[in-house]
C-alpha cells in the first residue's frame, strides 16, 4: 500500500499495521437505499461506536437519486467524522463486517444495498491499495458525497497535492442538476429529517414540501390559552382525534407550563401528566400515523415519555436547562427540536436585551449564533445531525416587534452558514405579541391574528407551524403552500 503525504510513524514491513495508541480522524461515508434507510445507517453508526470507532460528527441525511445503476430506489447518503486507533486497511475491515454483520449482500456493483461504508478520507494521507484508495475514488464528481462532505469540512483539501483546492470549490464547481424536463435548476439536494411513526420524514430544501401541522395538547391546569381543557381522558381523547381529523401530522404534548410566571411543577407531577397522555394517543388505532412529541425540558420526562411511545423531544431550552438531556437526546436516537430561549422561563422576559447585536446583524444574528452553539453542543453529545430540528422561540425571551423581525427574516436563519439544511418550527399560535398587534386580549380568540403569522412562517420556510387550532390552520397551511411551495 502506498501512503503519500503521511505523518504517521515508521510502519511495519506490510505496510498495514494494525492498531496504535494516538486516535486518528477518518471521515466515512453513509448510505442505504434497502429497508429503513435512516434506522439502517443509524444502527451503523451504533455498530462504529460499539467497536471502538467513535462517531464524533455526523452529516445531515440526503435524499438522491441513483447513480450509474438507474433501476433501483432512491438512496440516502450522508457522512460522519470519525476517531480511531485503527490504520486504513483494519479500519476497512471493520466497515466491512459491520456491513455483512447487518446482512449486505454485494450482488451488483453500485447497485441495491442496506448499508454501503466507505473511507472518504484518512488524515492527509493519499492511499493506493488494491483494496483502498483514499481519498475515494470519486468524490470530486459526485454530489451525493461532496454535500454531506462539505457540511463537515469545507475547508479541508481533498488532495493533499493541491492543498489550496477545498472540498467546498469541488461541490461549488458542481454543474447545476437537470431537472426531469431537461432544464437546469439551482435546487440543492434535499435533506432527509425522519420525525417518527409512519410520518413522511422533512426534507427542508424541496422548494415544493409540504408544512407539516403540530397541533399543541397542554395537559396542564395553567398554560396561558388552554390551561385545564383536557383534564379528563375522555376530554383528552376528544381532542386528539379531532386534532387527527383536522390535519395534524405531529402533536406536542406538554405537561409544565413554559408562560412567564407559572410555577415550576416538578418532574413527578410533569410525568404524572405527560406520560398518560402519550400512551392514550399511542392507544387510538386513528392516530396511528402521528408522530407524538413531548415538550419538556427535563431528560427524565423525555425518557419515560419516549418510552411509552413519543417519537421526538421538544426542548425549549434546547438542553441547558437540565444537564442529562442532550446525553439522553443521543441516546435516545429521535428527533430533536431545539429551541432558542435566554435563561428561563421565570427570567426570560427580562434577557431580551439584543441593543448590542444591532450592528452584526441584530436580533436575527444573535438568535443565529446561539442556535448554532447549541447545535453544536448536541452534536458534541452525540445527536446526530440529520435527528435536529430549530425553533427560534418566538415569545421567549423576545417582545412585540423582535417576534415581527424573526418572522419577516426566517431565511436569514434558514441561511445561516452551520444551519443550512435543518427543518424549522416555529410557534406562534395565539400569542402576546398577536394580541398586541390585533388588540385581542384573550388568547383564544386570536385566530385570524394567529394565521397571518402562520401564512408569513409557510413564505419564511418553515417546515412545522405548532398550533392551537388545528383545523383553521390546517386551511391557512394549505393555502400557503398551494402559493408560495406548489
Not at 151 to 179: G, R
Not at 316 to 337: E, F, H, I, K, Y
Not at 383 to 411: S, Y
Request: glycine content about 10%; hydrophobic content about 40%; charged content about 25%.
Amino acid at each position: 500500500m502506498e501512503r503519500r503525504f503521511s505523518t504517521s510513524p515508521p510502519r511495519n514491513a506490510c505496510g498495514c499495521a494494525g492498531s496504535r495508541s494516538s486516535k486518528r480522524t477518518a471521515y466515512i461515508a453513509l448510505g442505504s437505499n434497502l429497508g429503513d434507510r435512516v434506522a439502517m445507517i443509524e444502527q451503523a453508526c451504533k455498530e462504529m461506536d460499539a467497536r471502538g470507532i467513535r462517531v464524533k460528527r455526523t452529516s445531515s441525511l440526503w435524499e438522491t437519486e441513483p447513480m450509474y445503476v438507474l433501476d433501483q430506489d432512491r438512496f440516502v447518503n450522508g457522512a460522519c467524522e470519525v476517531q480511531t486507533d485503527l490504520e486504513p486497511l483494519p479500519l476497512l475491515d471493520q466497515l466491512q463486517d459491520i456491513e455483512r454483520s447487518m446482512g449486505r449482500e454485494k450482488l451488483i456493483d453500485k447497485g441495491p444495498r442496506n448499508i454501503d461504508l466507505d473511507i472518504l478520507l484518512y488524515e492527509n494521507e493519499t492511499i493506493e491499495h488494491e483494496r483502498l484508495r483514499v481519498p475515494h475514488i470519486g468524490i470530486a464528481e459526485r454530489e451525493f458525497v461532496l454535500r454531506p462532505l462539505a457540511e463537515l469540512v469545507p475547508h479541508k483539501a481533498l488532495d493533499a497535492a493541491k492543498p489550496w483546492k477545498l472540498i467546498q470549490d469541488y461541490l461549488n464547481e458542481l454543474p447545476a442538476p437537470a431537472s426531469s424536463t431537461g432544464s437546469s435548476s439551482n435546487e440543492p439536494l434535499s435533506t432527509m429529517t425522519p420525525i417518527g411513526g409512519s410520518a413522511a420524514p422533512l426534507n427542508a430544501l424541496r422548494a415544493n414540501r409540504p408544512t407539516r401541522v403540530m397541533a399543541i395538547l397542554n395537559v396542564t391546569p395553567d398554560s396561558f390559552s388552554d390551561g385545564g381543557t383536557h383534564a379528563s381522558a375522555e376530554s383528552l381523547r376528544g381532542a386528539v382525534l379531532a386534532f387527527v381529523r383536522g390535519g395534524a401530522a405531529l402533536i406536542d404534548v406538554g405537561g409544565q407550563s413554559t408562560a412567564p410566571g407559572r410555577p415550576d411543577v416538578g418532574a413527578a407531577e410533569e410525568l404524572a401528566r405527560v406520560v398518560p397522555a402519550v400512551e392514550l394517543i399511542r392507544s387510538l388505532p386513528e392516530a396511528r400515523g402521528v408522530a407524538v412529541s413531548v415538550d419538556t425540558y427535563r431528560a427524565s420526562v423525555a425518557e419515560a415519555a419516549v418510552a411509552a411511545g413519543a417519537d421526538m423531544i421538544n426542548d425549549v431550552s434546547a438542553g441547558q436547562l437540565d444537564a442529562a438531556m442532550l446525553p439522553a437526546m443521543a441516546r435516545l436516537g429521535c428527533t430533536v427540536c431545539l429551541m432558542h430561549m435566554r435563561g428561563t422561563p421565570g427570567t426570560m422576559s427580562g434577557l431580551n436585551n439584543y441593543d448590542a447585536d444591532k450592528g452584526e446583524g441584530g436580533i436575527v444574528a444573535a438568535v443565529a449564533r446561539e442556535l448554532l452553539a447549541r447545535v453544536r453542543a448536541a452534536e458534541a453529545a452525540g445527536v446526530r445531525r440529520w435527528r435536529i430540528v430549530l425553533d427560534p422561540g418566538l415569545g421567549f425571551a423576545k417582545v412585540g416587534e423582535q417576534n415581527l423581525e424573526v418572522l419577516r427574516r426566517l431565511d436569514e436563519l434558514r441561511a445561516w452558514p452551520g444551519l443550512e439544511g435543518l427543518p424549522w418550527l416555529l410557534g406562534s399560535s395565539r400569542k402576546s405579541f398577536i394580541g398586541k398587534v390585533t388588540g385581542v386580549p384573550r388568547p383564544v380568540d386570536r385566530v385570524f391574528g394567529t394565521a397571518a403569522t402562520v401564512a408569513a412562517a409557510v413564505q419564511g420556510g418553515a417546515d412545522i407551524v405548532r398550533v392551537h387550532d388545528v383545523l383553521e390552520m390546517g386551511q391557512v397551511v394549505r393555502m400557503a403552500d398551494a402559493i408560495w411551495r406548489y
